[in-house]
Structure formats: C-alpha cells, structure tokens
C-alpha cells in the first residue's frame, strides 16, 4: 500500500496503483448502501467521458501523425529519403512474393480452388494480423492445416522447412538489394 496515492499515481508506479484501485473496487463493491451505488455511478459516467476523449484523440491520430511525418521528411536528406523509400519498396515486393509463394505452396498442398486455403486458415490469419508474433499463430495454422487441409505430419515439416527457406533466401536477397543503401545516402 502506497504512503501517498496521488504520488503513486504521479509517479507511475504501476503496482501500487493496481493495488489501491482493487482495494478501493472491493470496498466498494462489499458496502450495501446507496452512498456506494452513487459513487459506482459516478465512476461510470467518469469513464463514459474518458471513452469519448479517447474516441476523440483516436480520430485526430491520423493527421497529427501525418504532420510528425510531414516535418520529419522535410527534414531529411533528400538522397537519405530515395534510399529509404527504394528499401521500403524492395522489402513489400519480397513481402508479397513471399505471400504468392506461400500461397501457391498450400494451394497444391490442399488441392481445389485457389481461394479455399484462404478460407481454411481465415482464423490463423485474423489471429496474425491481431497478434504480430508468429508464435501465438502457429499452433493455430497448424491445427487449421491439420483440420481444413487434411495436411499430413511429414507435410507441414516440408512446409516448415520450405518457410524458413524462402524467408532466409528473401531476407538475404533483400539484404544484398538494399546493403548499398546507407552508402547512397553518404554522398
């Protein structure tokens, strides 16, 4: 229990906060009176308008990011910038070959249209976008190649093999494309 709530609020310290607001939550939630049903109400409504803030700032987002970038860009080095762009393209193309390839993979892995491994690993897909961390992902792409492909065990260990062959063989060729670019910028 802090000394001072409002310096363990102003000071950060996570822990402290967290113990202070369930020890508060309990107590108010164990008191039988209207007095603690006013103040519950009170912390709602509080929380209603700090979701509208928010809902706010989130909309504006996008502009204030786009004029930190604005200024940022109109700062740089013009030859920094091409490099920096020629990179950026260079990494999406490899990105989305290596997306086509994995594609046409289960496509022949599956076998049928060209869509349905699409729509087989829609779940896995969803969680990869959400998650950003392949390993929270793969048991799942696993479990979906398993269940909607009928893919074999010897199989998804080809398909493993042949992912980190095609990721390590692009983040080469990527790194041999884009190596000069810290150079162009020097001159």
Not at 115 to 121: C, G, I, K, Q, S
Request: hydrophobic residues 55%; charged residues 15%.
């Amino acid at each position: 229990m802090p000394h001072n709530v409002f310096a363990a609020y102003s000071e950060g310290r996570v822990v402290s906060i967290i113990v202070v607001s369930i020890l508060v939550g309990l107590a108010l939630g164990l008191i039988h009176s209207s007095k603690a049903d006013d103040v519950l109400h009170h912390v709602g409504v509080a929380h209603e308008a700090f979701e509208q803030i928010f809902e706010w700032v989130i909309g504006l987002l996008p502009i204030g990011l786009f004029c930190l970038i604005a200024g940022v860009a109109a700062s740089v080095n013009p030859t920094l910038l091409h490099a920096l762009l020629r990179y950026i393209l260079v990494f999406c193309v490899a990105g989305i070959a290596l997306l086509i390839a994995y594609r046409c993979f289960l496509w022949r892995l599956a076998g049928g249209s060209f869509t349905f491994p699409a729509r087989a690993l829609r779940e896995p897909l969803l969680l990869a976008f959400l998650a950003n961390t392949s390993i929270i992902t793969i048991p799942s792409c696993l479990d979906a190649l398993k269940r909607h492909l009928r893919a074999e065990a010897e199989r998804l260990g080809a398909g493993r093999a042949l992912g980190r062959y095609f990721t390590v063989t692009l983040l080469a060729r990527l790194r041999g494309l884009s190596g000069s670019w810290p150079r162009s910028s020097a001159r």
